[in-house]
């Protein structure tokens, strides 16, 4: 069996073709596979950002809520110290009012 030229050389252009084909379908997909693999890492780095960014927010209500309640108890410290002043005062008072009582039961 006599294969003629023209037989191997149409073999050997098809298989060339099927060749070259095969290695644009492979970087295709191997660029589609790349372009997937940037876009997973875009998302993944997106979300953490995004989570990074609501922790942040979520310390910077509670800094807010603990500077209101810092306000709030200081408020309740000066009435204390205004409140203790009037009962000291009082209780000099008292003390001298026991102290003369003292002094006239003599």
Same mark, same amino acid.
């Given at each position: 069996?006599?294969?003629?030229?023209?037989?191997?050389?149409?073999?050997?252009?098809?298989?060339?073709?099927?060749?070259?084909?095969?290695?644009?379908?492979?970087?295709?997909?191997?660029?589609?596979?790349?372009?997937?693999?940037?876009? &997973? %890492? @875009?998302?993944? *780095?997106?979300?953490? $950002?995004?989570?990074?960014?609501?922790?942040? =927010?979520?310390?910077?209500?509670?800094?807010?809520?603990?500077?209101?309640?810092?306000?709030?108890?200081?408020?309740?410290?000066?009435?204390?110290?205004?409140?203790?002043?009037?009962? &000291? %005062? @009082?209780?000099? *008072?008292?003390?001298? $009012?026991?102290?003369?009582?003292?002094?006239? =039961?003599?």
């Amino acid at each position: 069996m006599q294969i003629s030229g023209t037989v191997v050389a149409f073999v050997s252009l098809f298989v060339g073709l099927c060749s070259i084909a095969s290695f644009i379908i492979g970087q295709s997909k191997g660029a589609k596979t790349e372009k997937e693999k940037i876009a &997973k %890492e @875009s998302l993944e *780095s997106g979300e953490e $950002r995004g989570g990074l960014k609501t922790d942040i =927010s979520y310390i910077k209500r509670g800094i807010e809520d603990i500077r209101i309640d810092m306000r709030a108890q200081e408020k309740v410290n000066m009435d204390f110290r205004v409140e203790l002043t009037t009962v &000291k %005062e @009082s209780v000099k *008072s008292a003390h001298h $009012r026991i102290d003369e009582l003292g002094k006239r =039961s003599e």
